[in-house]
Structure formats: structure tokens, C-alpha cells
């Protein structure tokens, strides 16, 4: 390798070992590791296993680099030891596997870092470390062989000495960060080496009872984060079965937690006589009333022991996140689900029925008289954050089987329903009510009949408030004033009196501030509601609600999801088309862009035209293009009038209604009115002959209206009005083609083929009828050979 190839950090970096003292090389360890991020390539390549004369100046100076960490690993000084540890791991990764083919020494140098008494910090760098050289490793069957299968138990053992130190060593407890990150590795290397770590098992699950299913009863406070760790690793365990039997561990474990929920269940819900009916053959357990409610115990098997109505909800509540883990930890085999197992635990929380104004009475009923009315109360006050627990795991078991939760999902929106209309004052049941029905509804909501959607307008009217609140389109209550009882004034109320001023007019706005993912599950929801609910079924003041909140909040999705899915009423009218206010929020936005210039809502028919305007019309005259009786972007809302109407269906008639003129008529010739075309941009309409001509719209009228000519005589006027109407009947019948072909969504191109038969149709009817005729026919028909002849060249 020559100098120009060979990197500069290199010899930096064994030039600042050797000089720097022992001491300050902590205060130099960021820059130690950057130089050897650096040096990727002498690091990963082949290496002589001793220098010599003939040898490279890169082999000397890998080889100086090895012989200096290794000193310093196996040194006397704390500081030396530290520096050692984190410059393996930097040289491990960065060398590859030609670093991980010489890296014995160094692993058994940090295994006798880990058992000596260096600074935790130290410690839980060689952790660290060690985990990440045996991840590596797995990829190398020689190096596991002449590695890791040796000095893997050893590490292991060291391990569980550090979390559960023997009764005569005077060894302090490790910090919760050390557990977790000992947990973490075991995490990590079970999967890899199941079969070298399946001596372990019993004290690994030892050593992790305590941080399961923390309650206040405990000694200490578990972090959540710890707790995740450990029971991640107690999930894993599985994986170390013999002979395959990893599936059937993995049932066995979960099962036992749903049987501990539903014990703990049994001491904290002892005040109530509950209607719950297992469909597994869990038999309620006998509780004493006589002590204080309690539950747990000092058994290995078991959880530790807990005393109290808090401490009980706090481990139900722990167990549930323990089952929701499980249930998101991958495993090494496929597994089988306890689906109705799983599915006991919420129709179980779900039977009870807290107290609610005009309940009390019900409720006292579900309650046990020998128990007292404070732990009652204490009931009452840690029930709804179990109904949150429960909520959360079935957000995760629904996630979990997907579309193959279809079957429950109908049930389980009820029993949400039911627990929400007692619960939702509180914001975390809203948020997770929000999140779930969500997930019910993309699975059974276009199905659910008219009372299943009348049961979810207490949950919308929730979510519409809920966003309007958080965008400050609330006003804060009035505050009641003290009024006299008995003709008495009162005199214990003390009022404000800033709000006798004259000063303070405006109304105040209730402050509402949400979490972010709370905001984000009732946006979506709000949204779910058009999208997947069946809108022939929603109540229209609920949906004008609904329709109100998405424009004020300015919630993208729920405008676009409401136009795409509209409500129609008794006669097919579409009475709310929010189009224009989306387009007016979110003028840059391309896919409104794409939904104003593709969708045309029409108010005045069953059906909805289509169009697709730009191959025919620029931007601006695209936006104008509307059915008649349609609403257009530039124009308010504004339904046709009666009078309006009236005089369209007078023009209607005058097309077929107008008698021919007599022989001896003296009217003057008749003046010949413009032609009108058809709209290529809107659906055809039905044939002349099949309909009366007095329900012609105004639309289809001047549409069929034939051009009149001029005439000198009255004959040659009722002549040409009997051929006029046998042109317009022949004209229709193209158009029924048409339609018959793609009713009500004709594409752009057989409109226009349609257009350009009329158009032959009508040249060649005046070129036979009109031979004796004046200028200005033949005129006429050349124009209108014309216009053919381009529009066939184009």
C-alpha cells in the first residue's frame, strides 16, 4: 500500500497513544474514535498475523494500534480500561471480519473487565461491546465455533451475578440503565443462541419478576422503559425450548397472564356482583371480605404482592401492556392466539357500569353491601384507567390480526360504545375510543345497519367537539349568576365583579389544548365517518356537524372524504356539495386540483357527471363548465327558483308543442334561431319518444331544438317543420346509442362522436329538403360542412 493510499489518521492515532498519558486519554476518546472511523481500509484488509522486514507500513501500524489497545485493556489504570472498551467496539465494527478473526484476546480481556469492580459506566460499555461482537459473529460458523460457544455462558454468568449479587458480597445494586441494558443484550443474543443460553432460563426469569408488573406497593419505582425490557425478555424465553417446543411455551405463558388478570380481577372488583360469564371456563376465584383487598405472592412463580385498590388496578393495568407485548414481540414460530380468551378480558370490563347522573340506582344494584363505600369510591376513581388499558389492547390485538378480525369487530365496537358513554369526560378515553372505532369501522362500517350508526352520534358529536376546541371556535360558558330563593337574595356567593364593566363585551373562547395524537385520531376518525359509514343512514344534522367541524378546522381529508361520498336525499338531490370551500382552503394542493377538475357533483339528478375537462377546455373555462341546474364555482348556492323553472319547461314544450303552420296562414317568414349544441361535457339525455314532452328538461330542449328556415310560403313552412321533427327524432335516436352504451358517465370521445353525427345528420336533411330553397340555406349547409371537415381533420 502506498503512502498516498494509506490515511494520515492512522498514524495520528498511534502517535496519540503513545504520547498521551494514561489519565487524559478519556479527555481524547472522541477524537481517538473519529481517526478510527476513518481508517475503514487498512483496518478491514488482510493482515500478516507477525511483522517483519518485508512487511507494509499499514501492517505495522494496524499492528501498533492491536498491541496498544491490548495494553491498555488488560492495564491497572480505570482510565486505560475505559478507553480499551471503547475503542474495540469503534475497531470491531469498522474492521469487519478480519478484526472479529483475531478478537479472542479482546473478548476475554472485557470479560475480565466485566467481573472486576471498574465504574458502572465501564461496565455497561462492555456489555455493550460483547453483544455487539457475538451479533457479528453469527454470521461466521467457524468463528461461533472457535468464539462465542466458549466464552458465551461465561458472559451469561457474569450477567446474572451483576443483577442478583450473592447475600455475602457487598457489591451495590446496579442502576436501573445497567438492568436494561443487560436485559437488552439477552434480548438480543437469545434469538441467535438459543440452545447456549438455555441453561439461564430459570434466573433469567428470576431476576425479571420484580420489574414485570410494578405497582405502588412495591420498594422501589420501576421505569416504564425497564419494564419493557424485561418483559421483552421474558417473551423471548420461548425461543429456548427443546425440541421445537417453543409455540406451545409461548400459549402457555400467555395464558397465564390472561389467568392472573382475571384472579387480580376478582380481588379489586369485589365490591360488584358481576353478570360476566366466561366463555373459556375461567370460574371465579372465593375472596375474603374480612381484610383489606389484596392479591400476589412471595412464590417464584408468582408476581409479587401488592395490598390496596391502587396497587390492584396498577397491576390489572400492568398485565394488560404485558399481554399487548406479547402479542407485538415477533417470534421464531408460528403461534396460536386464545382469541376468545383475549376477547373475555373486554367483554369483562365492559359489563360493569360506572355510576353517571340518573344512574345511581342501577349501579347500587351491581354493588356488594358488605363492602365499604370508600373502597367503592377508590373503585370508581382507578376504573377508567383500565377501561384505557383495555381500550389499548384491543387497538393492538386488532392491529395485530387485521382484516381477520372482521368477526369481532362489530361486538367490540359495541362494548367500546358502552364503556365510552360513562368514560368519555376524560381525554385519554376519547383519544383511544377515537383510534379504535377507527379501526372497527374500516372492518365492518359499510355494513353496519341504521341503528349501529345511530349509536356511534355520541362518539362524533365527541370528536367534532374536541377538534373545535382545539381550533378555538368554542366560547367559554357564561358564568351563572346568584339568583333569590324564597324571595331571599343570597349573601354566602361571592361574584365577580369585573364582569359588571362595560369594558368586557367580547365573548371569551374556551381553551382546549390536545395532544398531538389525540388531534391526529379524531382528524382520521372524523374522516372514517364519510368514508366508511353508510350516508343514507347518518342523520343530516349530525352530518352538517360533521361537515361544519372539517371546514372550520380545516381538516383535508374529512372535506375530501365528504365530497367523495355525499349524502343524498328522498329525491336524490345532493343538498351539501363543499367543493368550493376545499378549493378555497387548499388552492396548491394537487389533489383537490385533480378533484375539482374531475368531479361534478349534480344537484338535480340521481346521477353525478364525470368529465374529464382538459382535454377539451383550459383551466379557467373548465371551472365554469356545470350542469345547469349545478352548482359552479364562481356562483353562491343557490337552487333554481320556481319562476325560473317555469319558464325553462315553456321553452321545453315550444319544440314539439308549436303547431304547423296552415296553407293560408298570412305570418311572415320565420326567423331562424341559432343552433344550440350539446355539451360535451355532460351526460346525454333518454329519447324524445320513450318520455312526455312536458317532463323535458330545459337542458334537453335546447338541445333538440332544430334550426328554422325561411320560407315564402306557408305550405313550404309545414313542410319544412314535418321534416324539422323528423330530423330531431332521428338525432335522439343516435343519442340513445350513446347512453345505452355508458349511461349517465359517457366518456369525453362518444360525446364527441355523438356531436359529429348530429351534425351529419342535420347537413344532409337540409340538403335534400332545402334543393328549391333560398341563399341563405345553402349557405347554411356549407357552413356546416365546414365545421365537419375541420372537426374530422382534427
Given amino acids: ?60 501500524l494496524v499492528h501498533k494500534l492491536r498491541t496498544q489497545i491490548t495494553t491498555l485493556l488488560n492495564g491497572r489504570t480505570v482510565e486505560g480500561r475505559f478507553v480499551a472498551v471503547a475503542l474495540v467496539k469503534a475497531y470491531i465494527e469498522t474492521g469487519g471480519w478480519e478484526s472479529l478473526r483475531t478478537s479472542d484476546a479482546w473478548v476475554k480481556g472485557l470479560l475480565s473487565v466485566l467481573q472486576k469492580r471498574d465504574p458502572t459506566v465501564t461496565k455497561e460499555l462492555c456489555v455493550v461491546t460483547l453483544t455487539k461482537i457475538y451479533v457479528m459473529l453469527q454470521s461466521y460458523q467457524t468463528l461461533i465455533r472457535e468464539i462465542a460457544t466458549p466464552t458465551l455462558p461465561a458472559f451469561a454468568q457474569a450477567c446474572l451475578t451483576i443483577l442478583k449479587p450473592p447475600s455475602s458480597s457487598k457489591a451495590p445494586k446496579p442502576s436501573f440503565n445497567f438492568v436494561q441494558t443487560i436485559f437488552d443484550a439477552f434480548s438480543a443474543l437469545i434469538p441467535l443462541y438459543p440452545t447456549t443460553l438455555r441453561p439461564f432460563n430459570g434466573q433469567l426469569r428470576s431476576v425479571t419478576r420484580q420489574y414485570l408488573a410494578p405497582t405502588s406497593s412495591d420498594d422501589a419505582f420501576t421505569p416504564s422503559a425497564l419494564q419493557e425490557s424485561s418483559r421483552r425478555l421474558v417473551i423471548r424465553l420461548h425461543m429456548t425450548a427443546a425440541k421445537g417446543g417453543g409455540a ?60 390496596g385498590i391502587q396497587a390492584g388496578s396498577e397491576r390489572m393495568i400492568s398485565l394488560l401492556e404485558y399481554i399487548g407485548d406479547s402479542l407485538c414481540c415477533s417470534t421464531k414460530v408460528a403461534v396460536t392466539l386464545p382469541i376468545s380468551a383475549l376477547f373475555d378480558i373486554l367483554t369483562r370490563v365492559a359489563s360493569i357500569s360506572p355510576p353517571a347522573p340518573g344512574r345511581e340506582k342501577t349501579v347500587s344494584t351491581q354493588t356488594n353491601n358488605a363492602i365499604g363505600r370508600e373502597e367503592k369510591e377508590d373503585l370508581w376513581t382507578v376504573f377508567p384507567d383500565i377501561q384505557v388499558a383495555v381500550l389499548k389492547l384491543c387497538q393492538l390485538f386488532a392491529n395485530r390480526l387485521e382484516r381477520n378480525y372482521v368477526p369481532l369487530a ?46 356511534l352520534t355520541l362518539v362524533a358529536k365527541t370528536c367534532c367537539r374536541d377538534l373545535l376546541g382545539h381550533s378555538g371556535h368554542i366560547k367559554a360558558p357564561k358564568a351563572p349568576t346568584p339568583t333569590a330563593q324564597n324571595g331571599n337574595k343570597t349573601k354566602a356567593i361571592t361574584q365577580n365583579s369585573d364582569l359588571f364593566l362595560t369594558s368586557i363585551t367580547e365573548e371569551k373562547i374556551l381553551q382546549v389544548t390536545l395532544a398531538s395524537s389525540h388531534l391526529k385520531a379524531a382528524e382520521t376518525l372524523l374522516a372514517a365517518f364519510f368514508s366508511y359509514l353508510p350516508q343514507h343512514y347518518v342523520v343530516s344534522a349530525l352530518r352538517s356537524q360533521m361537515l361544519k367541524t372539517a371546514i372550520l378546522c380545516r381538516v383535508k ?43 361534478r357533483p349534480m344537484t338535480g339528478s340521481v346521477k353525478a357527471d364525470f368529465a374529464d375537462a382538459g382535454d377539451f377546455a383550459d383551466d379557467e ?23 325560473s323553472q317555469a319558464a325553462q319547461d315553456d321553452d321545453s314544450r315550444m319544440v314539439v308543442d308549436e303547431p304547423a303552420p296552415s296553407a293560408t296562414s298570412t305570418s311572415g317568414p320565420s326567423v331562424a334561431a ?44 309545414a313542410a319544412a317543420t314535418k321534416k324539422r321533427v323528423e330530423v330531431e327524432k332521428k338525432t335522439t335516436t343516435v ?53 365537419l371537415d375541420s372537426d374530422e381533420e382534427e
Fill in 248 to 307: 406451545d411455551e409461548w400459549t402457555k405463558h400467555l395464558n397465564s397472564l390472561i389467568k392472573e388478570f382475571h384472579v387480580t380481577a376478582d380481588h379489586v372488583f369485589r365490591a360488584l356482583h358481576e353478570n360476566w360469564g366466561s366463555t373459556t371456563g375461567y370460574v371465579h376465584q372465593t375472596v375474603s371480605f374480612d381484610t383489606e383487598v389484596t392479591g400476589g405472592g412471595d412464590s417464584p412463580d408468582q408476581f409479587p404482592k401488592w395490598v
Fill in 557 to 599: 381529508d374529512a372535506q375530501i372524504a365528504s365530497v367523495l361520498h355525499p349524502a343524498r336525499d328522498r329525491s336524490g338531490r345532493i343538498p351539501q356539495v363543499i367543493l368550493p370551500f376545499v378549493y378555497r382552503q387548499f388552492p396548491h394542493d394537487e389533489s383537490i386540483e385533480v378533484l375539482r377538475f374531475n368531479f
Fill in 1 to 60: 500500500m502506498s503512502l498516498v493510499s494509506l490515511p494520515p489518521e492512522l498514524r495520528s492515532l498511534c502517535r496519540k497513544l503513545t504520547a498521551t498519558k494514561t489519565e487524559q486519554l478519556p479527555s481524547l476518546l472522541p477524537l481517538l474514535l473519529k481517526d478510527i472511523q476513518r481508517c475503514s481500509g487498512p483496518l478491514s484488509a488482510p493482515q500478516d498475523a507477525k511483522t517483519g522486514a518485508n512487511s507494509t507500513e499499514a501492517n505495522v
Fill in 410 to 455: 362489530q361486538e367490540t365496537l359495541d362494548c367500546v360504545l358502552r364503556m365510552f358513554e360513562t368514560g368519555y369526560r376524560l381525554p385519554e378515553m376519547r383519544a383511544n375510543t377515537f383510534e379504535l372505532v377507527n379501526t372497527m369501522l374500516r372492518l365492518c362500517g359499510p355494513t353496519m345497519s341504521k341503528q349501529n350508526v345511530a349509536a
Fill in 674 to 717: 341559432p343552433p344550440v349544441q350539446p355539451s360535451p361535457f355532460l351526460a346525454q339525455p333518454t329519447s324524445i319518444e320513450s318520455e312526455p314532452a312536458e317532463e323535458l328538461p330545459s337542458a334537453h330542449a335546447m338541445t333538440t331544438r332544430s334550426l328554422k328556415r325561411k320560407s315564402s310560403s306557408g305550405v313550404e313552412a
Fill in 735 to 787: 343519442e340513445e346509442t350513446v347512453a345505452e352504451d355508458d349511461p349517465g358517465f359517457a366518456s369525453v370521445g362518444s360525446l364527441v362522436e355523438s356531436t359529429l353525427k348530429q351534425t351529419v345528420v342535420r347537413t344532409e336533411t337540409k340538403e335534400e329538403a332545402g334543393a328549391d330553397g333560398d341563399d341563405d340555406s345553402d349557405d347554411e349547409s356549407v357552413h356546416l360542412n365546414m365545421e
Fill in 621 to 643: 373555462d373548465a371551472a365554469m363548465i356545470e350542469p345547469e341546474d349545478g352548482y359552479a364555482f364562481d356562483k353562491p348556492f343557490a337552487a333554481p327558483t320556481s319562476e
